[in-house]
């Protein structure tokens, strides 16, 4: 087979904020051959990214490539005019980000940005882009395929977005497409579907890919082979079934050691008590209001749950069930058309402007995405040292001494404090937004897909920080997830959602074969295996598929 991509001894510098240079990618080389999917891994910090990026000849702000070639169908991306790489990108290599809520113009329609790359490189007619654009959506099983495209980015899902923006990525037909972790956004019944869209689509056209991901248990269901990272170097290569079944380097050992023991996890939080947090009926939603009381758009319907101070509950459920609903609601930032929320005993507003200093400390949420949850303009000093000034009154020394303490919880050097987000990776984001909550000293913490952006060996060392900090500190949390296995290692209790409803609860010892809705089961059988045959073997349940193939 012919090699589409040629990279050799791949260097990358970075300037630190002291004026240091520092070479953050050191000599990496391999090839992708036309059709073949090579899958980037390693934990966050590790250079995955960073690599991918530069087959767009692009690096981020204060990095440069020093030295190697990066050739893209022979030709050096890191010596092309700009003029040159910019008719190169959309038509022969294109973008799939982590982050699609940083992607898409929230003022422009997804149907005006996803075409916008055929109007840019004059590839088709308006007309005959809409009907490839829609094409794609069908492929990725996005609902209502044919106007969905008439619809503004914070009118769909945080899942459907992220499937928008590999529509994006594919209408330019390249020759290879860069995926960023596209999935993390992804329940797994979602993801299954966006895997074997993304396969077939691939495999149809001889597209190639660079995946770059730390679930390996995705990877094992799209990759040809595997480069393992760290550091800015190459540690081991080799094809998919190799690396997973005879990995030779120490450090490919630890990472599959680390994602087999997240897979076996069962939280250990046995705390007994009055409940924390009690959710009564909880009903919210967007639009209008209508006659009836009720919101045009319903997200939560008579959702009831409870949390027991120093337990834990993890809401699962496919991308656009109402989880982050239910989150941003107990926390005030929607606020419930009706129902009650119970905090420590006393009842909570509805709306989080109406709440008490104290009250909003000790209940903190942790968004799913980090890019915007986190102000660019401001470092990650700033960004910490604000919720310790607000709640705390911190100020000088003592700020600054806990803010390195944070870092420290979350395993982030103390040297990053001065950076501003754009200069961190995604997982090193991710944790900053973490630690953010933390820095209040929460009773109950809400985290979003809290774990998504994170690599494996990052996210195993966050769920042992986690059971460390509920242990000393008597934390509750809410896990909001589509990754099961995280579920699995810190809840107490899980519930199932389904489309604004709470549709069933039980231990995660019960997440499969202990299931009793048709949705819980289907959820359940759609989780990854760590076997590269699994997708392609999938056998589900004909009609529990069409009972819920609204998703």
Known sequence: MTNLVEIRDLKVEAKTDSGRIVEIIRGVSFDVQEGEIVALIGESGSGKTTIALTLLGHTRAGCRISGGSVALAGQDMARLPERKRASVRGTQVSYVPQSAAAAFNPAQTIMEQVIEVTRIHDLMSADAARARATDLFKALSLPNPETIGDRYPHQVSGGQLQRLSAAMALIGDPKIVIFDEPTTALDVTTQIEVLRAFKSVMRKSRIAGVYVSHDLAVVAQIADRIVVLKGGELQEIGST???L???????TKQLLGAFKQAARAASTASQEGRPLLEVQDLVAGYGPMQTDGTPLIKALRSVSLKVERGRNLGIIGESGCGKSTLARTIAGILPAVSGAITF???PLAPAAHARTREELRELQIVFQYADTALNPAKSI????????SFY???AGEKRARRVDELLDMVRLPRALKHRRP?????????RVNFARALAAEPKLILCDEVTSALDTVVAAAVIDLLKELQRELSLSYIFISHDLSVVEAICDEVAVMYAGEKIEQLPPSAMGSGASHPYSKLLFSSVPKLDPTWLDSLKQDPELLSAFSGR
Do not use: C, T
Request: proline share 9%; hydrophobic share 20%; aromatic share 4%.
């Open 422 to 430: 754009a200069e961190l990776s995604g997982g090193q984001k991710q």
């Open 245 to 251: 079944n005879s990995p030779q380097h120490p450090y």
């Open 344 to 346: 420590d005993g006393k």
């Open 381 to 388: 000093s700033d960004i910490l040292g604000r919720p310790l």
């Open 392 to 394: 705390h009154g911190m």
């Open 241 to 243: 079934e190799q690396i």
